[in-house]
């Protein structure tokens, strides 16, 4: 039932469907577990010690064979966050290290939902103000949610203001996104929408093809261009383009 999201955070196949099923038995045998999985009890016999090292199952002995019983759910939280305590020690020596040989001017691409929330920390690192070109809600995708609302509120913390000019259908088709994203916000004429988009911020400029409104898929594709410059030339080409939109009442 939860072996998705049990995978997603770190457990195995064979580990998630373990555990869930001792969740469910309460306390079982090897054999028990197989019945229940339908895993193989060679691939059980596998599995039991990595389970056990994780602290997520014990080990209960019997007089004719062992049973194994799961911990409570709790512990799958510790998991987490022992990891990301790991990873926050850490951390300061990687940025060090990626700072050091990251290049000032650098095209690079990223592609579908994992590349456009590397877009989202991108705008975070910067912390600066967006501006956007043919925008289309594409933060308000159902797969993004989750990564959205703390985008945004990481956002909020580092004062990031947004200056949207919107493809045209998205006062009809999405008007939600409007109270979300709040003013300043203009709109293209309706024979300017594209399925492309342009978003500046910082030292960047980023090109989407393949958007379509409140939708990111994989294939969408996002290039991204890091030179102050050019960044400052796109600002200078926003303003243009906003001062010949009409104003929004």
């Not at 799961?70 to 020596?93: R, Y």
């Not at 990481?154 to 493809?167: C, P």
Request: proline residues 4%; contains cysteine; aromatic residues 12%.
């Amino acid at each position: 039932m939860y072996r998705e999201i049990l995978e997603e955070i770190g457990l195995s196949p064979n580990e998630a469907k373990i555990y869930e099923a001792l969740l469910v038995l309460n306390m079982a045998s090897v054999p028990e577990i197989a019945a229940q999985t339908s895993v193989h009890k060679r691939n059980i016999y596998d599995t039991i010690p990595r389970l056990l090292r994780k602290g997520l199952i014990y080990q209960i002995a019997d007089i004719k064979e062992n049973k194994y019983a799961p911990v409570e759910p709790q512990k799958l939280s510790d998991l987490i966050w022992e990891k990301d305590a790991k990873l926050k020690n850490i951390l300061p020596a990687l940025q060090k290290q990626f700072k050091k040989n990251t290049n000032k001017e650098v095209v690079y691409i990223y592609r579908g939902v994992e590349g456009f929330k590397n877009y989202l920390r991108d705008i975070l690192k910067t912390g600066e103000d967006v501006y956007f070109i043919g925008a289309k809600g594409g933060w308000f995708d159902k797969n993004l949610q989750v990564f959205i609302q703390h985008f945004l509120k990481e956002a909020k913390k580092k004062k990031i203001k947004y200056h949207h000019i919107f493809d045209a259908e998205i006062k009809k088709i999405a008007p939600e996104i409007l109270k979300t994203v709040g003013k300043p916000y203009k709109f293209l004429p309706p024979q300017y929408s594209t399925t492309g988009a342009i978003d500046i911020f910082g030292d960047k400029i980023v090109t989407f093809s393949s958007l379509t409104l409140k939708d990111i898929t994989d294939d969408v594709t996002l290039v991204v261009i890091t030179n102050r410059e050019l960044a400052d030339c796109y600002r200078t080409w926003f303003k243009f383009i906003w001062d010949h939109c009409p104003e929004v009442r």
